[in-house]
């Protein structure tokens, strides 16, 4: 650590609590380049062809360092101008304490100048006030950090790479600015402030984020009644255009592992016409659907879990109900010959250990003694979806039992639950088997809760597939981790949930483009790295929805796709299944891909699905068959245009070149007769 360390235990231990900070709902005036949400964090500067994330957040620590953001803020408004955008709301800090805040975002000539204001209403206890800046480690790894007082020399060190990782990089109690730079072609991150603070710079990848924190003190300790805490800041991104070129190598003769296909989640919001047109318009090889016990049994329905009761269980199937509608859906989807997963969010209250907790809470248990209930009406819903609807799931699962969601199993007790039943599903004569994890992200610790789970024995003959989601990302490593598991249990790995930010929901923040380039990133860098045998998406309903509702006419409701549909839709309807995952390498950090070996009957298909996260850039495709002679090249970008197949690309000797459009996705498909 070079100059003053800032190190002291507060500072370690908020950083843990990070999660995914971009929770935003797209606003950018035409000619602000600034990207904000709806309290007024700063989530993306756009820059030529290309943007970089900057996530901002404020945070207040209460006794104890419980976190509160902005994410509670309510009571919320917010006012634009021609170059100025206001934001004001009210931050609960307890049942009894509460700050209001002001924030002012001033743009002109690129910059942002930002004014946050946070007043307390009421005393209120806390540990302190920290403003954050997030920044991600793949654009600024190798580069250098500095901080700048304004009374003394710039200390600067060198930005630590993924191989080397540090906690602590910089600190000064007394910084008045700090800057960011990425090696070579990289932008330039700065954030001057009006007056000195204390400051630290941190790689935060040691707390499972990707990212590198700007830490700020506003305040240290309680407020009291009418005591303001005022951050004036200016940020900064310069960049020169990156056009480099990119070159992809594929290596044909690597070990290949299945891909079965792509599909959706029908689980929320599944009333909307949305439903029906996913699954008429795209192609979907698979889906997922809500197991609603509460629904299926909101009373027990004996003290007898293996004398199932049908009487009340088969009243609550009523004409109109959410229950009749979540059964024809499933059966809509089987009708189709889709293979079906169901998972379960909810027990009915009387199941948990607390049944007068708040229904959304996580981390609630299963009561002491009940497990066999729970067992009893999940095996009731499958028999009754069998013989009333003729649906019969091939996996079922909780979900993200390691985070909670909305059934906490350790995995000691997800290794209980898988087997027991399993066991019932086979006394029952039904052959769905269960999913082993289905847990909330792939990194961290999360193939390690897998793991615990199958030492216990007599768990992996009740598995039929290995799952988790992919909200927030992980890198390359920790995505290869579950394909090493998956071949090792020798059972096939499943992504349930492939969604980028778990509070989207929240915002719509997925109605912008920003979150649709990141989103398909993510996507393109799991299929390549974890290589899962199916892929499902969040979601094809209304929620996180993929389709935008327009006014309707004389016709009825209409529904216009969105960039992410044409992404979604370009990589389904080009990659025919089953398939095989080619090995490929990218020589650029903003330029990613996957592809896929399709062997049929008569002739052989090659697809290389590239995504170009950045401005436009030449493109050199090596390591193609010699049977490969032409491709052919279709796009999709973040504005919406999906074009047409261009005239046909020829391959020499395994080689071909092309342009890839700014923001975009360029599938490239070449076909060998056999």
Known sequence: MTGQTLSKPVLRRVVIVFSMLATPLFSAAQ???????????????????AQLDIHTELRMFRPGWKMISLDAAADGKKTEHADTVEWTGRIPVTDKQSCSYLQVLQHRDGLAEVTLTLKALTPVGLEGVYFWVQLPVPMFSGGWGLLDKADGWPVGIPLPTYEKI?????????????????????????ISLARQRRMQ??????FDSPNY???????????????SVTLKATFNVTATVDRRPAEIVVQVDAPEMRFNGFG????????????????????VAWARTQMSLELWEPENDNEAPNDIGWGGFVKQDRPGSKLRDEFSLAQKIQERWIPLCMSIWYLPAWMYSDPERPRNDFGREIADGYLEEVVESIAAYLLYAKRRYRIEPKFVSFNEPDAGVHVALTPQQHATVIKALGKRFEEEGLTTRMLLGDVSNASGDAVEYVRTALETEGVLPYVGALAFHTWGGA????????????????????????????SAWRTKSYESTAYALKELALYVKMLAHASPAVALYWEYTADYALLEEVEPDAGGPKLRPTPRYEFM???????????????IVSSHPLVSCVGFRCPGENEETYVVHVVNSGSERSLTVKGLPVTVTSLEVQVANAAGDTGEKESVLAVDKGRATTELPAQSLVSLTGVVAR
Do not use: M
């Open 31 to 49: 000619d602000n380049p600034w990207y904000t949400d709806t309290v007024g964090r700063i989530y993306a500067r756009s820059l030529p062809g």
């Open 166 to 190: 540090t906690t602590h990089i910089l600190g000064a109690a007394d910084a008045q600015k700090a800057v960011v730079k990425g090696p070579e072609e990289s932008p330039q991150f700065t």
């Open 569 to 583: 839709k370009q990589l389904a309807d080009l990659t025919p299944v089953p398939a095989h995952y080619l090995q």
């Open 213 to 227: 924190g700007i830490l700020i003190e506003l305040h240290d300790g309680d407020l009291k009644q009418g005591q």
């Open 475 to 502: 890198t390359a490593a920790e995505y290869s981790a579950w394909s090493r598991l998956a071949a090792e249990i020798k059972q096939p790995l499943f992504a349930t949930e492939v969604g980028l930010d778990p």
């Open 201 to 206: 710079l941190q790689d935060d990848r040691v």
């Open 264 to 283: 959706g989640n029908y689980c929320f919001a599944t009333e909307t016409p949305h439903t029906e047109y996913t699954l008429s318009h795209l192609n």
